[in-house]
């Protein structure tokens, strides 16, 4: 190798012959993928009277098809998504075909501080980077304020990725998320709130990403569908709601998994996380009464 700075990482040219740097494409455009490589399905929440419960299996997937790189952004400053994953994990392995369960242990709920917990779906290598980003907040803050009177609140920091998200869809180059932040707004009370690849936002007693939107959202609006009545919700009804809608997910998407994090968030225990649960009570007796696939003829 040469010794010298502005040829390190390259074999020797009197040895090797000249380095042909051309397939590089070093005037192109930065290329941006279009498809995630890993992703996470759904995040469920639901807000009770006293704080907030979310929710999300630990399944990391990857797609269906290889990724296919689009050019989207000349910004020298920006870095590819595939550039990204590089350096965000050295287990990944370079293509994939078919619908592949790969990684079992995804954590996908992060918490920020006692006040927020963030659970994010999608893209894991832009879910990596959020959560280095918001560790470089979290540490930054601390030095700059007084912890005792002024903390980052779950409303603060909706705010705050609402921002990151949309500046990064008009560089033309989204981190591809959906992210759920559950936790306690200034004066104590429930925040739930959600922000897209697109930077849009809203808010509501309950939400779900992915396939939980679908399927999860009906079986939370029965325990909560209005505002008001989010101070009639006990803290037993709300977890046993989303456990159900984890259960529910792992019998009818297929790209769940059985092992689940959940958090709850309130004003007196802060964030009680748990990231191993194991969904119980499971029963496929249901499977005996569909006809039409595989070997089954009537």
């Known amino acids: 190798m040469n010794h010298f700075p502005q040829a390190w990482g390259r074999p020797r040219d009197d040895v090797y012959g000249q380095y042909d740097a051309s397939y590089l494409q070093t005037s192109a455009p930065k290329a941006h993928t279009?498809?995630?490589i890993v992703t996470g399905t759904s995040v469920v929440a639901v807000k009770f009277k006293d704080g907030v419960v979310i929710a999300a299996d630990n399944l990391g997937m990857y797609p269906h098809e290889p990724p296919q790189l689009t050019l989207l952004s000349t910004s020298p400053s920006s870095m590819t998504r595939h550039n990204r994953r590089e350096?965000?994990?050295?287990?990944?392995p370079t293509a994939s075909y078919g619908s592949l369960a790969r990684f079992t242990d995804v954590k996908r709920l992060h918490k920020f501080n006692d006040l927020a917990v963030l659970g994010v779906s999608g893209d894991v290598s832009d879910m990596q980077y959020l959560s280095r980003l918001l560790s470089s907040l979290s540490i930054r803050e601390n030095y700059t304020s007084d912890p005792a009177s002024h903390t980052l609140n779950a409303k603060n920091l909706h705010t705050y990725l609402s921002k990151v998200m949309y500046k990064r869809?008009?560089?033309i180059n989204p981190l591809w998320n959906q992210i759920l932040v559950a936790g306690l707004d200034v004066e104590g009370a429930p925040f739930l709130s959600s922000v897209d690849l697109l930077g849009t936002t809203f808010s509501s007693p309950t939400l779900a990403t992915g396939f939980g939107a679908h399927l999860a959202?009906?079986?939370?609006r029965k325990l909560v569908d209005e505002?008001?009545?989010v101070k009639n919700v006990q803290r037993e009804q709300a977890v046993e709601a989303v456990k159900e809608c984890m259960k529910v997910l792992f019998y009818r998407d297929a790209r769940s998994l059985d092992r689940?994090?959940?958090?709850?968030?309130?004003?007196?225990?802060?964030?009680e996380l748990k990231e191993d649960e194991q969904l119980q009570g499971q029963s496929w007796a249901f499977a005996d009464t569909i006809r039409g696939y595989g070997t089954q003829v009537n």
């Open 87 to 92: 350096a965000d994990t050295d287990l990944l």
């Open 169 to 171: 869809r008009s560089d």
């Open 227 to 229: 505002e008001s009545e």
């Open 260 to 271: 689940y994090s959940i958090a709850v968030i309130t004003k007196e225990g802060g964030v």
């Open 217 to 220: 959202q009906p079986l939370l």
């Open 34 to 36: 279009q498809s995630p």
